[in-house]
């Protein structure tokens, strides 16, 4: 059974930083393309960051590009988010999600994502 599993969440001020891991089982996580998304309160889910397979390509959203980096460690099945610079409009729910292929034009929409988490909350404080 395909899972993915997000934590580091949490509290922090703005200017901070935080890191967000997921950890994926289930699947073979070398042949996904990964991504982070977040969803705030009365707001559509949006694309946060995405990388491929291989981790050759990465894309991020103009809001986080600068201060977010993603990584993907195939060795431990594992995705992070290193997330600097914090602002409270970065305040939301992050999933971590999997899609078998992507591209730059199709990277940030959720509907092409196979396997989604619970989720971790990020609120940074002003």
């Known amino acids: 059974q395909a899972q993915v599993m997000e934590s580091g969440g949490g509290l922090v001020q703005e200017g901070g930083s935080l890191r967000l891991s997921c950890v994926a089982s289930g699947f073979t996580f070398d042949d996904y393309a990964m991504a982070w998304f977040r969803q705030a309160p009365g707001k559509e889910r949006e694309g946060v960051s995405c990388?491929?397979?291989?981790?050759?390509?990465?894309y991020y959203s103009d809001s986080v590009k600068g201060r977010f980096t993603i990584a993907k460690d195939n060795a431990r099945n594992t995705l992070y988010l290193q997330m600097s610079t914090l602002e409270p409009e970065d305040t939301a729910m992050y999933y971590c999600?999997?899609?078998?292929?992507?591209?730059?034009?199709?990277?940030?929409?959720?509907?092409?994502?196979?396997?989604w988490g619970q989720g971790t909350q990020v609120t940074v404080s002003s």
């Open positions: 990388v491929s397979w291989n981790g050759g390509n990465t």
């Open positions: 999600a999997a899609a078998f292929w992507i591209n730059s034009a199709t990277w940030s929409e959720p509907n092409n994502f196979r396997y």
